[in-house]
């Protein structure tokens, strides 16, 4: 029975009913300790007889074990796992220790089929508690798997203190009872209570379940009003009660705190070589603290075990853990951490095995776990080198598992015991990913660049020891070459951060160095330095100097069918700098198709980075919205947040085309604040952009010069969006009567070196803008017309068609105006321009026509994104089943597009779409 609940019984409530009509949802319960989020799930539990029910918990002493929670709350599906695309089935399987390690990241979305599989003979309930408690790595992929719930009749609800972030899941937090329900609950538990008391017993408990329970049973007359906070008031009341125990009972209770899950059969074995019997156990069950069930005993509470754990003297925990270590012989990770903290002092075994157990945490992607293991095994060493390098170690695994201060602070401690060059080069390169993910990139570069030089001396000092008489040079060489390819790594993220941060002074210092280097064709990074050196050049000599350099490397990566994956990642990026859309559009969704199939989540936000880019340079504006929103959500997933920006300024600036005023800002002002967060300029080039377009749509001529202007005296001025949004600035330099000569020598001197036909349009229609002589300006859109035919960029033909149709009517041309005119419109209408459609239709009206545009694309505009993606999907043959493998999404939301499609579509079955022009 829950008193003063029913506001948030309505709420679970209203969850299982849409359960049952096919809708799923999710819940974070958030409260403080003893409020009744336990009992608010056990509601949840007896209110869903009709479903499937699976149950986890967080183990705070399992926190630090990958995967540990989730193997706990989907133990018993497992005879499922064959039902899964073989990729997830892996992915799960590597997680719970069942097969080698594919994909951690890949284990979210197996988490997510392998729910709509239970799901599938009726609606399913998942209750996860003390959620705070639970590993990095189960908590990830379970709110990967929530985010995505959509039409599979799945609640998954989670309760948890502070310590969970909720990562913008539904939030429901549980405040304090009413006092008439708290009254009538004390009434209830503590029939006994005199009014005095019973007052104040409502009192202090602020409305808090468990204190109202709690409180009454402890010496209340000696009870003090001092401030301690409610949870330590009931622990104190807890140990008031294990006191209360006979001896065996209170160890029995420690024995159970102490041991990882409360396996009943450890529990028994600890105990008896402890000489308590089994009858403690008994006793322990007895008083309330503790439940036993299933071959597990867990206590009622979690203040309860950390009671007991407080209760335990110091030496009886030792002896307890150590015993616990023997027993456990057949579970190394738990045994290692039992070894652990039955230490000491150093101890050199316990630190071998928590180095062994962090082996087998990162061989399952278990950062975190990973990162808690070295670094209690560094505590544990005493030699001072072996202790840096498990400190290294550590920062690694914590830089891997995102959590950027805890790996800071582990260089720094590892740092003041580091002697040797090659070891301090490692922590310039580990200090400098930490600087750039917290948003310091100037200092990344730097340290990149010193630890680059250290490694360059010994590079030198190797070389030359590889001379002496007394030495074949085998060894030197080989040690030599690891220290050159490392420092033209360091080099080469060096200038990839001074890139992203527009210094072109950086960029060629970087590219100098390479050069320098020495590197030889057989390290492997030829690519890397063509790169860097096309970077270097376009920034110091210009587009006729950089772009042959930049145009060959496009072209090697477009000849590679698979494979390769950092070379054609660095062709897509550099595809836009040379103008090459078609090229980078292809490099990028082949390789977004491999890693889909692969199931490497891991490198799909940057693929989704140039695929966007590329889908919105050819027009593909619905495409590259699909394309740049899952990217956004893959950057949360997989913590590459540097992403974000880019991908927000994509989307502010497609905004802008649609004239989505207030959403175009919002992502703006998203991509601005990442660029002072973490200076990196790309993101911030869209967002300016995106603005002054929207201006420009808008008629607004002058702000969005102004816009335009400012963002030339920053580091935008270094980004390619600074050559493309040149033409925008002509445009609104002409309406006002300006001259435009600057952005048109920006725009003529990359144009001319690109060599693309569709450049050379939009230079002509540049031209033609500023021309007075119409004579002359006719000739100048003609050539536009026709270089853009075939071009595949149909949002600069349109804005030439309707440039040249504008000028045709103020000539009183109006016959040759309609053309370009209803051609501008028709292609702004399926573009989704909704500003820049009205004007061409404004336009071609003051022409005299009056007729609608073609119709043919309006069924597609009514489909969302997403469920574009699908149809194509289905349309191409796929199943729900490897719809949602490729989307990330469940088959059963797979099936809820689909039957929002059809009608919108005006098809009945899959096998129509096939008819349908979806392009």
């Known amino acids: 029975m829950l008193w ?128 705070q408690w639970l590993d990095q790595e189960s908590a990830q992929a379970l709110r990967f798997a929530a985010h995505r719930l959509h039409a599979e009749g799945i609640v998954m609800i989670f309760a948890a203190r502070d310590g969970f972030a909720p990562s913008g899941l539904p939030e429901h937090r549980l405040s304090g009872i009413d006092e008439g329900s708290a009254a009538t609950l004390l009434a209830h538990a503590a029939p006994g209570l005199a009014p005095g008391t019973r007052d104040r017993v409502i009192e202090e408990s602020c409305g808090n379940p468990l204190a109202l329970l709690e409180l009454p049973r402890t010496d209340l007359p000696a009870y003090d009003r001092s401030p301690l906070p409610l949870p330590a008031r009931i622990q104190q009341a807890y140990e008031a009660r294990i006191a209360e125990l006979p001896q065996d009972a209170q160890k029995a209770l420690l024995v159970t705190a102490l041991t990882d899950g409360g396996d009943l059969d450890v529990i028994v074995r600890a105990g008896r070589e402890l000489g308590i019997a089994p009858a403690a156990l008994g006793v322990a069950e007895k008083s309330g603290l503790v439940r036993i069930d299933g071959g597990r005993v867990a206590f009622t509470h979690p203040l309860m075990r950390a009671a007991a754990f407080r209760h335990g003297t110091y030496d009886l925990r030792l002896e307890v853990h150590a015993i616990l ?24 075994t316990a630190a071998l095995a928590l180095e062994q157990a962090a ?45 950027a201060s805890r790996a800071k602070d582990l260089v720094e401690r590892a740092a003041a015991l580091v002697t040797d060059p090659r070891s301090r080069a490692r922590l310039s390169d580990l200090r400098a990913r930490i600087a750039f993910d917290e948003g310091a990139p100037h200092l990344a570069h730097d340290l990149l660049m ?30 030599a070459r690891q220290d050159r390819i490392a420092a033209g790594l360091m080099l080469t993220d ?7 941060l527009s210094d072109p002074a950086r960029v060629a210092e970087a590219a100098e160095r390479l050069h320098k280097l020495g590197l030889r064709p057989e390290d492997g990074l030829d690519p890397a330095v063509q790169a860097v050196t096309g970077a270097a050049v376009l920034l110091r000599q210009g587009p006729a100097q950089g772009l042959p350099i930049m145009r060959d490397m496009v072209a090697r990566g477009g000849r590679i069918a698979s494979g390769a994956h950092t070379f054609r990642i660095n062709a897509a990026f550099v595809a836009p700098l040379v103008g090459d859309f078609r090229t980078g559009h292809d490099i990028s969704a082949a390789m977004a198709a491999e890693c889909r199939a692969a199931g490497d989540i891991g490198k799909l936000p940057l693929v989704h980075v140039t695929l966007a880019a590329a889908e919105l340079y050819l027009g593909r504006f619905r495409d590259a919205e699909a394309t740049a929103a899952e990217g956004l959500r893959l950057t949360s997933y997989t913590g590459q947040h540097n992403r974000a920006g880019y991908l927000e300024g994509t989307l502010a600036w497609l905004a802008a085309v649609r004239g989505e005023a207030d959403r175009c800002a919002e992502l703006a002002a998203r991509s601005r604040d990442r660029f002072d967060a973490n200076h990196i300029v790309n993101g911030l080039a869209w967002a300016e952009w995106a603005l002054a377009l929207l201006d420009l749509g808008q008629g607004r001529f002058a702000e969005a010069l102004d816009r335009l202007d400012a963002a030339m005296t920053g580091p935008v001025r270094h980004q390619i969006q600074a050559v493309y949004f040149a033409p925008d600035q002509i445009e609104a330099a002409v309406r006002l009567g300006l001259p435009a000569r600057e ?6 001197e990359w144009a001319t070196a690109s060599g693309q036909d569709w450049a050379q349009a939009v230079l002509h229609r540049c031209r033609a803008l500023l021309e007075t002589d119409w004579e002359r300006a006719h000739q100048e859109f003609d050539a536009a017309v026709r270089l853009h035919a075939g071009s595949g960029r149909p949002w600069e033909a349109a804005r030439t068609r309707l440039a040249f149709g504008e000028r045709l009517r ?30 061409a239709r404004t336009e071609l009206r003051a022409t005299g026509d009056t007729s609608s545009p073609a ?61 349908l022009d979806l392009s």
């Open 4 to 131: 003063g609940r029913a506001t948030d019984q309505a709420v679970i409530d209203g969850l299982l009913e849409r359960a049952r009509a096919g809708r799923s949802g999710v819940l974070v319960v958030g409260g403080d300790p003893g409020i009744g989020k336990t009992s608010l799930l056990a509601y949840a539990g007896e209110r869903a007889q009709d479903m499937r029910v699976l149950r986890g918990v967080g183990v705070e002493t399992e926190a630090e074990i990958p995967f540990a929670s989730l193997h706990l709350l989907l133990g018993h599906g497992l005879d499922r796992l064959d039902a899964l695309p073989e990729p997830q089935s892996a992915a799960l399987r590597g997680a719970f220790g069942l097969a080698p390690v594919t994909n951690r990241l890949l284990v979210g979305l197996a988490v997510l089929s392998l729910l709509a599989e239970l799901a599938e003979g009726g609606p399913l309930l998942c209750l996860v508690d003390d959620a």
């Open 325 to 348: 270590a023997r027993l456990l012989e057949h579970q190394p990770d738990r045994r290692a951490w039992h070894l652990a903290a039955a230490a000491t002092g150093p101890d050199e």
């Open 359 to 403: 082996r087998r945490a990162r061989e399952r992607d278990g950062n975190a776990g990973a990162c808690a293991a070295l670094e209690r095994a560094a505590e544990l060493t005493e030699d001072h080198a072996l202790r840096a390098g498990r400190l290294t170690e550590a920062a690694v695994a914590a830089a891997d598992a995102g959590q």
């Open 450 to 479: 010193a630890g680059a030089e250290e490694l360059t001396a010994l590079t030198m000092a190797d070389a030359e020891g590889s001379e002496g008489p007394d030495s074949d040079g085998q060894d030197f060489d080989g040690q």
């Open 494 to 500: 060096a200038a990839r951060n001074a890139w992203q």
């Open 743 to 748: 952005p048109l020598r920006r725009f003529e």
């Open 810 to 839: 103020r000539e009183r041309d109006k016959g040759s105006a309609r053309p370009h005119l209803r051609a501008a419109w028709e292609t702004f209408e399926r573009l989704g321009a909704r500003p820049w459609a009205e004007r």
């Open 855 to 915: 119709a043919r694309t309006e069924a597609l505009s009514a489909l969302s994104p997403q469920e574009l993606q699908i149809v194509r999907l289905a349309a191409k043959g796929l199943t729900n089943r490897e719809i949602g493998a490729q989307l990330f999404l469940s088959p059963k939301t797979v099936s809820y597009h689909l039957y929002r499609a059809f009608p919108k579509l005006n098809v009945a079955s899959r096998a129509q779409l096939a008819g």
